[in-house]
């Protein structure tokens, strides 16, 4: 079928055949603009995913299919610079739509007042990927208020989350803070999608797929859910298997990828298995990118690209190694004979992924791009800066950051005066002890009462009573 356009010829999808894959035949436009505009990139999307023979194939693969038609339109674009998507944190919509895609007007909202991008307004009017959008609207929201709570101790506290969509410039430049920011939002993006299919709340998207059936879970590798506390487990011989509902994680990194703007993966025939519960995921590896062989150094475009690509998937590793094997119990009687077990992973509320999100700010590396997209990280060795590739999941940065001790606007320093700190049970070499948190400018203690309710009693018709009770702390605050 083709479809007749302002300046030359539009393909479409078309059937090679019945039982056959669908043939995507995209040939020459004689004479043709719309080619290189972004409209017409739409037009073509847009065409390609309503015709019948598209709604067919996509039947048949699920997933993949629109996701890899989605990222064809995408591979010339680069990699979303900012992370203005957080902004969706302000988007107004309740829980009773989890379930419900995001209409063309959302979209359209979304775009002009919470930071959507261009790209990302054309993965959330389509017909599958609006179902993805709630749970990347909770994943901002995620984002918004617990990376302000991991970095409340320190100089630079997240704060600029609050003003997203407007990019502050300690977000805009490739620093560690941006890094650790862009970590945390992929892992965040993965976490919500994952945890929404396994709970069916996202459209054709299923379980993940469980750990290999041969080699079952060992007990020291499980977290125990719903162990009776009786006496018989102590004398029960326990067998474990694999089962229940594992998070998505495959299908969640697809669709965290199309949305984030990941160029197309591809992966050899070798590699295209189906998955444990009916999942096909061929995005298993990044191309790299051809080197720069005019030996040019790179464009601060392309340097911002691929240290925001890493980032992304340095978050993507962070919360995929961090995954927790669960098991519940199954047996007569309370007996827990048997342990069906299953893979999850770690809440953003968790303290153990916020604090692996902690260390990896604090150890980013700052890094050259070099040899066309490897990130070299310099390290004092022996004596001498040795260069070494960076390695997949550590933190990169290329610009350095101010010391935020004082308000400067344009580095996006909002300063610490007015912080709280501590004096009290802390080594002066901890960020959130006075010394530092005010950078020898002096703090200011005072104590700070207020009312709690205590006494508390349950009257004769079943009404609690309680008094308020003073509480005094002492708090001390930057000057």
């Not at 775009?111 to 009017?125: D, T, V």
């Not at 509902?245 to 984030?260: E, M």
């Not at 400018?441 to 709690?452: A, D, I, K, S, Y």
Request: net charge positive; aromatic share 10%; proline share 5%.
């Amino acid at each position: 079928m083709i479809t007749r356009v302002a300046g030359g010829e539009m393909p479409c999808c078309q059937r090679a055949g019945e039982g056959n894959s669908c043939c995507i035949l995209i040939g020459r436009v004689p004479g043709s603009q719309w080619a290189s505009t972004w409209w017409s990139q739409q037009v073509v999307m847009r065409s390609l995913l309503q015709s019948p023979a598209f709604k067919n194939h996509f039947v048949t693969m699920r997933m993949p299919c629109w996701i890899y038609l989605l990222l064809l339109s995408l591979f010339s674009a680069d990699i979303v610079k900012a992370i203005k998507w957080l902004g969706l944190h302000r988007f107004p919509r309740t829980k009773s739509l989890e379930k419900e895609r995001f209409t063309s007007n959302e979209c359209t909202l979304a775009k002009y007042r919470y930071g959507l991008g261009r790209k990302q307004l054309l993965f959330c009017q389509h017909p599958e990927g609006g179902f993805a959008m709630h749970a990347i609207f909770k994943s901002a929201q995620a984002v918004a208020y617990y990376c302000p709570q991991i970095f409340k101790d320190r100089r630079w506290n997240c704060s600029s989350v609050e003003h997203l969509p407007r990019a502050t410039p300690d977000i805009t430049r490739t620093t560690r803070e941006k890094a650790a920011m862009h970590a945390l939002a992929s892992a965040a993006l993965m976490f919500e999608i994952a945890r929404r299919c396994a709970e069916n709340k996202i459209v054709d998207c299923e379980c993940g797929r469980v750990g290999s059936w041969d080699v079952p879970p060992q007990p020291h590798q499980v977290e125990d859910q719903g162990v009776p506390d009786n006496g018989q487990i102590a004398n029960t011989p326990i067998q474990y298997h694999w089962g229940g509902c594992s998070d998505n994680v495959d299908v969640a990194r697809a669709y965290a990828q199309a949305f984030l703007g990941f160029p197309i993966e591809k992966t050899p025939p070798r590699r295209k298995s189906r998955l444990a519960m009916g999942t096909y995921n061929p995005y298993r590896r990044i191309p790299r990118q051809a080197p720069n062989r005019n030996g040019k150094e790179s464009s601060v475009k392309k340097i911002r690209r691929i240290v925001n690509l890493h980032n992304y998937k340095a978050g993507f590793k962070l919360i995929e190694d961090a995954q927790k094997i669960r098991c519940k119990c199954q047996g007569v009687s309370g007996s827990c004979a048997h342990k069906i077990c299953f893979r999850q992973l770690l809440r953003v509320d968790s303290p153990q992924l916020q604090e692996m999100i902690l260390q990896r700010y604090m150890a980013a590396q700052h890094v050259s791009v070099e040899y066309g997209n490897l990130l070299i990280a310099k390290e004092y060795d022996y004596g001498a800066y040795a260069p070494r590739v960076i390695h997949y999941g550590e933190l990169a940065f290329t610009e350095h950051s101010p010391d935020f001790c004082e308000a400067d606007p344009r580095l996006g320093s909002v300063g610490t005066k007015g912080r709280s700190c501590t004096t009290n049970d802390t080594a002066r070499t901890e960020s959130h002890h006075c010394q530092n948190m005010c950078c020898g400018r002096g703090h200011v203690t005072f104590n700070e009462t207020f009312f709690v309710n205590c006494n508390c009693r349950i009257t004769k018709q079943f009404r609690v009573i309680c008094s308020k009770c003073p509480r005094v702390i002492t708090r001390s605050i930057c000057k």
